[in-house]
């Protein structure tokens, strides 16, 4: 990231209208440069996400082994074979990613290699604890700061033990790190969800040739691994990221005169949550085109202007949107009525306490809210436009989510909203700003 901030005014402005396809998924774009890294021959990706995040994963990727490598539009990567990771020459750099950093420390625990983590800043401060438990008691030794976090040098075990893991907290990361691990553990390693979350892992790891079993037991879900996998290449077309396409939808929602068809969404349910919320509250969201791509559900999403309703988010669903709620606060800043979220602890520690960062940020702009300690209550306008900026721009923490959810707060504002730094959107979304100038025309 340029060492110097990058504000930016985002103004009210036309409807939004046409056709857009945002960037590929980011979650399904990491386990696809991973896994391919640990097949033996050449996997092919288009649509992946070239975020900032992604390329670190597939950095890191190099940095052991694999040939990860752009041919046109086309993303090849020759493994290395499960077990075949090589002892990385110097520290990997994980920029501002969580999931690389913890994804990867679940392919590590399982080979004989030492490896040494780094990141910004941001990354710097989040709890890595969370995983460093189940892969400590698979073998893995971890050496560096008291609380868990970056820098930190780890040991895999070869052989690495298998394990039963309870999740304690619902985290699509811990458990996908557990499942990575156990690929080249002797046995089967067992994952346990208190609540079920986003599932790309355990598709991406069948499809690519892994055993793994799924059984849900009364309200838990049960996941099995078998090690020492043997994983085929596969061909992969990366569907749009959900938590992207989120920004536009709300968007769309808000600003009068609304017609946006965002194309190709992965829709995948422990990802899509949003979506069903933004239509309890009334928004006009049709799937036109339904179909599966690698094992994911995919459709064309139509968003068209509608006047919003508040309303009380079941916590239940939190883990299938739990990227997407700082947009959904923008959404809920001019909806009518009161909308109440609960069950938000996990954004808290997010790139930043999303929890705090957005009622200041909402705050600022003009929105009535209340913080709790696990959520916001927020009272809409009704659809009347948020004031916008007043004074100093919005802080945005360097997180990514509060930057964008903060621009579509500007589109629905009456003097615009200046963010003190867009720089942090490229790790997720590098076109965001090229693609709402494109749909504003």
Known sequence: MNSQPSPHRFAPGTPLTGRIRVPG??????????????????????????????????????????????????????????????????????????????????????????????GDASLSKRPMGRVIEPLSRMGAQFHGPAGGTLPLTMEGAHPAVPIEYRLPVA???????????????????????????????????????AVLEVE???????????????LRPQTIEVPGDPSSAAFFAVAATLVEGSDLTIENVGLNPTRAGLFGVLRQMGASIEEEN????GGEPVADLRVRHAPLTGTRVDPAIAPSMIDEFPVLFVAAALAKGTTVTTGLEELRVKE?????????????????????????????????????????????????????????????????????????????????????AEASQ
């Open 352 to 436: 930043s306490d999303r929890l705090s960062a957005m009622a200041a940020a909402l705050e600022s702009v003009g929105a009535q809210l209340e913080e709790t300690e696990d959520g916001l209550t927020i009272h809409g306008t009704g659809g009347e436009p948020l004031r916008g900026t007043a004074n100093a721009p919005v802080t945005t923490h360097l997180d990514h989510r509060i930057a964008m959810s903060m621009a579509v707060a500007g589109l629905a504002s009456a003097d615009g909203v200046e963010v003190d730094d867009t720089r942090p959107i490229a790790t997720s979304f590098p076109t965001f700003r090229d693609l709402l």
């Open 216 to 230: 849900d037991a009364g309200n838990e879900r049960i996941i099995r691994i078998h090690g020492d996998a043997e």
């Open 171 to 209: 985290s699509a990361q811990v458990k996908s790190a557990v499942l990575l691990a156990g690929l080249n553990t002797p046995g089967i390693t067992t994952v346990i969800e208190p609540v079920p979350t986003r599932d790309h892992s355990e598709r991406m790891l069948r499809g690519f040739g």
């Open 290 to 293: 339904p179909r599966e791509v």
């Open 25 to 118: 998924d980011k979650s399904i774009s990491h386990r696809a440069v991973m896994l391919g890294a640990l097949a033996i021959g050449e996997t092919r990706v288009t649509g992946l996400l070239e975020g900032e995040d992604v390329l670190a994963t597939a950095a890191a990727m190099r940095a052991m082994g694999a040939q990860v490598e752009k041919t046109g539009e086309e993303w090849r990567i020759h493994g290395v074979g499960v077990g075949g990771l090589l002892q990385p020459q110097g520290a990997l750099d994980m920029g501002n990613s969580g999931t690389s950093t913890r994804l990867l420390m679940g392919l590590v625990a399982g080979h004989g290699i030492t490896a040494t983590f780094t």
